[in-house]
């Protein structure tokens, strides 16, 4: 079965750095589009980057995150990352890896990860 | 970017009752229109993609349509799992976007 699991979060000072990992399972992984979508406390979601499938060449991040935040993937250990820099406080989220469905980065978010939570505060 | 605008944010209801969503964009997504549900604590699950096709393992009584700009989210008749958040989302163009969210709660 398809399996998501996050890994890397937790509470770091502002202008800090933290890594963020996911682990897929159960499907060829180098075949999906991945993204990281995030979740502030009490609030909606928050896509922020997504990189496609094979060797990841096409990679797109929202405004909020661009510059500060690397999005990566490593096939032979079917993982995605997420390099956070300079956070600040309104980056405290939940962070969840997120599978597209097909090839195709207009299709749906079909499988979701459990979600790690990422706290910003002095 | 392509501003996803749901209505209500909120919807008191009771089981067994039809209740209907709606997602407004404000331009064209094609049909690149999806809808999650989201208990509390958990992850967000899909339950429509593509406008109206079901997801596989989602209960029939969940559907989706569209008018123009305008999406729905209908469940035909509410069950006590039901009671959650849910999200649009559009695929469409970068950046995706989600609508605000809508919460739907027993009566």
Same mark, same amino acid.
């Given at each position: 079965q398809v399996e998501l699991v996050e890994s890397g979060g937790g509470l770091v000072k502002p202008g800090g750095s933290l890594r963020l990992s996911c682990v897929a399972s159960g499907f060829t992984f180098s075949d999906h589009y991945m993204s990281w979508i995030r979740q502030a406390p009490g609030k909606g979601l928050e896509w922020i980057s997504y990189i496609s499938s094979g060797p990841g060449t096409n990679i797109k991040y929202a405004d909020s995150v661009m510059g500060r935040f690397t999005i990566s993937r490593d096939n032979a250990k079917n993982s995605l990352y997420l390099q956070m820099n300079s956070l600040r406080a309104e980056d405290t989220a939940v962070y969840y890896c997120a599978r597209a469905s097909s090839t195709v980065v207009t299709q749906p978010f079909d499988y979701w990860g459990q979600g790690t939570l990422v706290t910003v505060s002095s | 970017d392509i501003q996803m605008t749901q209505s209500p944010s909120s919807l008191s209801a009771s089981v067994g009752d039809r209740v209907t969503i709606t997602c407004r964009a404000s331009q064209s997504v094609n049909s690149f229109l999806n809808w999650y549900q989201q208990r509390p604590g958990k992850a967000p699950k899909l339950l =429509? +993609?593509? #406008?109206s096709s079901l997801q596989s393992g989602v209960p029939s009584r969940f559907s989706g349509s569209a008018s123009g700009t305008d999406f729905t989210l209908t469940i035909s008749s509410l069950q006590p799992e039901d009671f959650a958040t849910y999200y649009c989302q559009q695929g +469409?163009? #970068?950046? =995706?976007t989600f609508g605000q969210g809508t919460r739907l709660e027993i009566k």
């Open positions: - | =429509i +993609y593509s #406008t +469409y163009s #970068t950046p =995706i």
